[in-house]
């Protein structure tokens, strides 16, 4: 194996690539591919393997014989155990137990005997595509890398799903173009004779069966692990501190590495806001550590320059409305020294869980459930006939989204059947065309017949469903912020964590009577007691609610020639008519985000293709 184009390189943190078989026509299809500052690693026979871009310090690869491994992103996974692996390797399915055997968050890419092997992460930060392009087929980290070398144009259906607040599974993790195919997270992409694909699983949740007191080291050992993974090689690492138990976390078990920290607070612009005081407490307790206060005034708000977003996504994502927040700090700590800032991204989504669980518990354990299901009903607002509603729907989750399909335009569901239920079930608004209810309601009626939940139980579902879609975001916000010069990684995220938290009892994960109590039992001895007792959250509502109000010239001017409309799926006068009101019933529920998510990608896929010869 050969190392093409040597003195080529990219930011860390911004990995793409494609993968391509051992053959004379697929070396000729990834000639292609290759594009100034390319990188190419060869088969034995030196024709391409993977094409793309990565930085030195997050690929590892190995070769024994025909095999060939590597391994791409995060992981301290070293060259002599990959060799090894690659020595023994016999059969493509081997891989499934060595991928659980690793922390951090990386692609696995094998060659073996002709046979290919592509996979990302569970968690679905790290995606594989692949597509048949001349007769070959191409797997890819990027839908729109395929698409663009097959010169596609997005699905219009596809683009009408991703107007539904919220699409649900599985319709989200499609891809915008139909010859583009989209591998579950679950599994893994294996190409046989360099045009046949099928897709194979290598990942199941774990059942939630193991007490909270026997999974806390557990818990701590992944967040350890995962933690070390992108600061043992010391230098200068950056974290949010926002005061809350998760970034918290990460921060102490930071400072615990080689690496000098770097914690940065943004106090909240709501008087009410008990970030800063939390983050300063947290902060008294890490000497070592230096923390920055930034000043919340110069914070960006929502929705701010969506006009002048250029960043290169292969898919609508609302996270472009805190995009300018995101980033905004980055360069600062950036210049502090800072090699990668680590978040407490995820913590809300494995330290706590879907409080649907309890539709089976009520069930299983009577007794138990009713007492705990007062306690949410207190805590959440629940009104009692609403709670018997959800309670007694036992709908499978197939006819649950054919049933969504025909209630497209009613009003928002209600919490309790959202946080009892299969999940948020999808709605449009007003702006929203007739062409666009009829697409999206075709493409659920067309899934909800072989449709089937990740898990049975439908509080697991919400959880993994919750967890894939918040990857969805965070994936583009990663390549966001490696082209702003810092990478992010999120502990909380690795497949590891993810793991060992989801193996919790539910009934001990989430409780009305306790706030993050996996997080808390398993910080418990590292973090400070007087940090863990916090029980609030930060809304930011209102930094939503200014940048509503703040950015409205730009809202209008999105709408003034939006692409969307253009296509026939919204209504642009309407979308104007409410960006002169940004007071107006239901804005505050995000429920825009979805159309102005799909409205900035149109624009800068277009923006793309223009400079692209």
């Known amino acids: 194996m050969t190392e093409l184009h040597a003195s080529a390189g990219t930011g860390l943190g911004d990995a793409d690539f494609t993968v391509f078989p051992d053959r004379a026509d697929a070396a000729a299809v990834a000639r292609s591919f290759a594009r100034p500052g390319s990188r190419t690693f060869t088969h034995a026979s030196g024709r391409p393997w993977l094409v793309g871009h990565w930085h030195d310090d997050e690929v590892v690869t190995a070769s024994a014989g025909d095999t060939a491994l590597a391994v791409i992103g995060c992981c301290p996974v070293g060259a002599g155990e990959l060799r090894r692996t690659a020595a023994r390797l016999r059969d493509l399915a081997e891989l499934d137990a060595f991928a659980r055997s690793l922390p951090g968050s990386f692609h696995l890419v094998a060659a073996l005997g002709g046979r290919l092997r592509v996979q990302g992460t569970a968690s679905g930060l790290r995606l594989v595509f692949h597509a048949e392009i001349d007769g070959v087929r191409v797997a890819a980290t990027r ?9 596609l144009d997005p ?3 596809e683009l009408a799903v991703r107007l539904l607040w919220p699409a649900p599974y599985p319709l989200f993790e499609t ?3 139909r010859p583009v195919t989209a591998v579950p997270p679950h599994d893994a992409l294996v190409v046989a004779d360099g045009r ?6 290598w990942w199941t949740p774990p059942e939630p069966v193991r007490p909270l007191a026997e999974a806390a080291p557990l818990i701590r050992t992944a967040l350890e692990e995962a933690v070390d993974a992108r600061t043992r090689q010391g230098g200068v690492v950056s974290c949010d501190l926002s005061g809350g138990l998760d970034s918290t976390s990460v921060c102490f078990l930071a400072d615990r590495s080689p690496a000098r920290v770097v914690a940065g607070t943004w106090p ?3 008087p009410a806001d008990s970030d800063l005081r939390w983050a300063e407490l947290a902060a008294g307790h890490l000497p070592d550590v230096e923390h920055v ?6 914070s960006p708000l929502v929705y701010e320059d969506l006009l002048g977003i250029d960043d290169l996504l292969d898919e609508p994502t609302i996270g472009v409305m805190d995009r300018s927040r995101v980033l905004h700090h980055l360069p600062a700590l950036a210049a502090r020294g800072s090699r990668v800032h680590l978040t407490g991204i995820g913590g809300d989504h494995v330290a706590w869980c879907s409080e649907a669980y309890y539709h089976r518990l009520l069930r299983t354990r009577p007794l138990f459930g009713l007492r705990q299901l007062r306690g949410f009903r207190a805590l959440w607002d629940w009104p009692l006939g609403g709670t018997v509603r959800a309670l007694a729907d036992s709908r499978p989750y197939g006819r649950w989204l054919a049933d969504a399909a025909g209630r497209l335009r009613d009003p928002s569901p209600s919490s309790v059947a959202t946080g009892l239920g299969w999940g ?3 709605r449009l608004f007003d702006w929203a065309t007739p062409d666009t209810e009829r697409l999206a309601r075709r493409a659920l009626l067309d899934t909800a017949p072989t449709a089937t939940p990740l898990h049975a139980d439908r509080g697991m579902h919400a959880d993994l469903e919750q967890i894939r879609s918040t990857t969805r975001i965070i994936r583009q916000w990663d390549r966001m912020a490696a082209c702003a010069g810092l990478p992010m990684a999120h502990p909380f995220l690795d497949d590891r964590v993810i793991e060992a938290c989801l193996a919790v009892r539910p009934a001990e994960r989430v409780t009305p009577w306790a706030y993050k109590p996996v997080l808390t039992a398993a910080m418990r001895g590292l973090v400070p007691e007087a940090c863990l007792r916090r029980t609030t959250k930060a809304t930011a509502a209102m930094d939503a609610a200014d940048g509503l109000r703040g950015h409205r010239a730009d809202l209008l001017a999105l709408w003034a020639d939006s692409r969307l409309a253009r296509l026939g799926l919204v209504d642009g006068a309407e979308l ?3 960006a002169r009101r940004p007071t107006s019933p239901g804005l505050s529920d995000a429920i825009l985000y979805s159309t102005i998510a799909a409205e900035v990608w149109l624009r800068g896929l277009s923006r793309t293709r223009a400079r692209t010869p």
Not at 143 to 151: E, F, P, R
Not at 293 to 298: E, Q, R, T
């Open 143 to 151: 839908a729109d890398t395929l698409a663009a070398a097959l010169g």
């Open 155 to 157: 699905d219009p259906q």
């Open 175 to 177: 891809s915008l173009w």
């Open 196 to 201: 046949s694909a099928r897709h194979t699983r």
């Open 268 to 270: 909240g612009r709501d």
């Open 293 to 298: 206060i930034w000043d919340a005034d110069a």
């Open 424 to 426: 948020m079930a999808p």
């Open 576 to 578: 104007r008519h409410l």
